[in-house]
């Protein structure tokens, strides 16, 4: 600690000493003087004499009499510092009263010196007006406040353009998500979705084809010269939107009620339109509803009604009226021929010189497409145009009915939506599950049902007798006997002696019982060619007698 100063913070200015006791106006320290001990007795206390009152720090909290001793300069000057009383007393004198103990500066600071010119102590005295405070404010605050504002703005300005940012962002993303599920779902009910396997493709296309709904009418062509006959199924697939004309060949094997089995050819001649749409149901598996009867010169108006028709022809057709050989054919072959009523008729039944019946059977297929390409959508319209052609129909269908069902295959035939498909048929009238799947199963969703063919022996039989009647004593007898009759026609000539042909070896014994069953002699019985649906063929000449038998 500094000599100068005791332990209580008093100060020794030669052999007065000194204590802190505050600060004037000025901001200057004020020293209190300690009486020295051997400083004579205090005056008594005179309240009213000339000295003023003070403060005695030592004493116990009462005002008693300080004696008062003159202001210590410190800054050497010679002068007398006024009193002052700081607790804002007036002085008896007149004079700023001094306070009990004496005041002074620190004698170690340099403070300003007294002085007595006017115009040097205004100038050493402080004005408030000098003083600035931060929270005064002055020319730039406003300027300040408007800046600050300012940036204020811009700040939340930026803020709210990253906000409305992340927005777009955020409903981008959205929307491109929207985008590409949308894309997908479209892929995978379309079945172009990359990376599912065939096996799933063909699962579910196996699982779809059987729960497709479908409607079936067979249409039975007739022609009237040649007794000849054509059969399709006119099939409306309302789940897939497709339609398809299914060509029936004359040697498709077909099982009547009482159990024997004959071709579509002779059932349609002799069962009729219940009886033949009843065993194609079984032997397809399928459901028809309707049988149009469409014999060729209902064919002919019809192709007359809807104003020709355009046909891809395939052949040249001769024209049947003509007396000549050398005239010009009727129907030219040819890319986008027009055909009359007649010309179609001719086209659809023609059958060159060794063709199979399947070519005449496509060219009826492709009339029938170029007819549902000209037949009205609009099932009023069609209907009258059924109408128009004042055929009997057969009592499962009507007018109305047959037109509303042909109207729609127009429709589906003028969008593209039409094809023509045959159905393949083994040699011997049955149908396997490879070459009819394609048809029975995937066209008309019904599974193939032919004749078994170890159920009984078939037996197909021609008359070659001269007499009608003979072909229909020979089936009954054939019958009771446990055989399966087969029609083979009436041959164009008479013969006199009768055959019973085989072809496999395994057939001979078949061959010699059915010689047997009819009444002709064993000798008749040979190894040759059959007709394609029969194990045995018989040609009946004129040395069958129906009593032997």
């Known amino acids: 600690m500094n000599d100068r100063y005791d332990a209580g913070g008093a100060e020794y200015g030669g052999d007065q000493q000194y204590r802190l006791v505050g600060y004037d106006e000025y901001g200057r320290p004020v020293y209190q003087q300690v009486q020295q001990p051997q400083q004579p007795p205090q005056q008594p206390?005179?309240?009213?004499?000339?000295?003023?009152?003070?403060?005695?720090?030592?004493?116990?909290?009462?005002?008693?009499?300080?004696q008062q001793y003159d202001s210590y300069d410190p800054y050497g000057t010679g002068g007398t510092a006024p009193s002052y009383d700081p607790y804002g007393g007036a002085a008896a004198s007149g004079q700023q009263p001094r306070v009990a103990e004496q005041t002074a500066y620190i004698p170690q600071q340099a403070g300003p010196a007294e002085d007595?010119?006017?115009?040097?102590?205004?100038?050493?005295?402080?004005?408030?007006?000098?003083?600035?405070?931060?929270?005064?404010?002055?020319?730039?605050?406003?300027?300040?406040?408007?800046?600050?504002?300012?940036?204020?703005?811009?700040?939340?300005?930026?803020?709210?353009?990253?906000?409305?940012?992340?927005?777009?962002?955020?409903?981008l993303v959205v929307v491109l998500a929207l985008c590409a599920v949308g894309g997908v779902g479209y892929l995978w009910y379309a079945g172009k979705l990359p990376g599912l396997s065939s096996s799933d493709d063909k699962t579910d296309t196996a699982t779809a084809v059987g729960a497709q709904n479908r409607d079936v009418v067979v249409v039975h062509l007739h022609n009237t010269k040649s007794g000849d006959t054509a059969t399709a199924l006119l099939v409306d697939n309302t789940t897939t939107k497709q339609g398809t004309t299914v060509l029936l060949p004359n040697s498709l094997a077909l099982t009547g009620d009482d159990g024997t089995t004959s071709t579509l050819a002779k059932s349609v001649e002799d069962d009729g339109s219940s009886g033949t749409r009843e065993a194609l149901d079984t032997v397809l598996g399928t459901e028809i509803q309707g049988t149009w009867r469409l014999d060729t010169p209902y064919l002919q108006n019809l192709v007359d009604l809807v104003g020709n028709i355009d046909v891809d022809t395939n052949t040249d057709v001769p024209d049947p009226s003509a007396k000549s050989k050398g005239a010009a054919p009727l129907v030219n072959k040819g890319e986008d021929q027009t055909l009359?009523?007649?010309?179609?008729?001719?086209?659809?039944?023609?059958?060159?010189?060794?063709?199979?019946?399947?070519?005449?059977?496509?060219?009826?297929?492709?009339?029938?497409?170029?007819?549902?390409?000209?037949?009205?959508?609009?099932?009023?319209?069609?209907?009258?145009?059924?109408?128009?052609?004042?055929?009997?129909?057969?009592?499962?269908?009507?007018?109305?009915?047959?037109?509303?069902?042909?109207?729609?295959?127009?429709?589906?035939?003028?969008?593209?939506?039409?094809?023509?498909?045959?159905?393949?048929?083994?040699?011997?009238?049955t149908l396997s599950a490879e070459t009819s799947a394609?048809?029975?199963?995937?066209?008309?969703?019904?599974?193939?049902?032919?004749?078994?063919?170890?159920?009984?022996?078939?037996?197909?039989?021609?008359?070659?007798?001269g007499v009608k009647d003979n072909t229909e004593k020979a089936r009954v007898v054939l019958l009771n006997g446990g055989f399966t009759f087969l029609e083979g026609g009436t041959a164009s000539a008479a013969q006199s002696a009768s055959k019973v042909v085989y072809t496999d070896a395994a057939d001979k014994e078949n061959a010699t019982e059915v010689a047997k069953t009819l009444g002709l002699p064993t000798s008749a019985v040979s190894k040759?060619?059959?007709?394609?649906?029969?194990?045995?063929?018989?040609?009946?000449g004129q040395d069958y007698e129906p009593s032997s038998s």
């Open 45 to 66: 206390y005179d309240p009213y004499a000339q000295q003023g009152y003070g403060y005695d720090p030592y004493a116990t909290g009462q005002q008693q009499p300080v």
């Open 116 to 171: 007595t010119d006017e115009s040097a102590r205004d100038q050493r005295d402080y004005r408030t007006e000098q003083f600035a405070f931060v929270e005064d404010p002055d020319g730039d605050s406003e300027d300040v406040i408007d800046w600050l504002k300012f940036t204020e703005n811009r700040t939340e300005r930026r803020e709210e353009a990253r906000r409305r940012a992340r927005s777009r962002i955020v409903a």
């Open 340 to 429: 009359s009523g007649k010309m179609a008729v001719a086209y659809a039944t023609y059958r060159g010189s060794g063709e199979a019946q399947n070519a005449q059977l496509e060219r009826f297929g492709q009339v029938m497409q170029g007819v549902l390409r000209k037949l009205s959508s609009d099932a009023q319209a069609a209907t009258v145009t059924v109408q128009t052609l004042q055929q009997i129909l057969d009592p499962s269908m009507t007018d109305k009915d047959l037109g509303t069902f042909l109207a729609k295959l127009a429709d589906l035939a003028k969008g593209g939506d039409y094809k023509t498909a045959l159905l393949p048929v083994q040699g011997d009238g």
């Open 438 to 465: 394609s048809v029975v199963k995937d066209v008309l969703g019904g599974t193939a049902k032919s004749p078994d063919k170890d159920a009984a022996v078939r037996v197909s039989v021609q008359n070659a007798t």
């Open 528 to 540: 040759g060619k059959v007709t394609s649906n029969a194990n045995v063929s018989v040609i009946l």
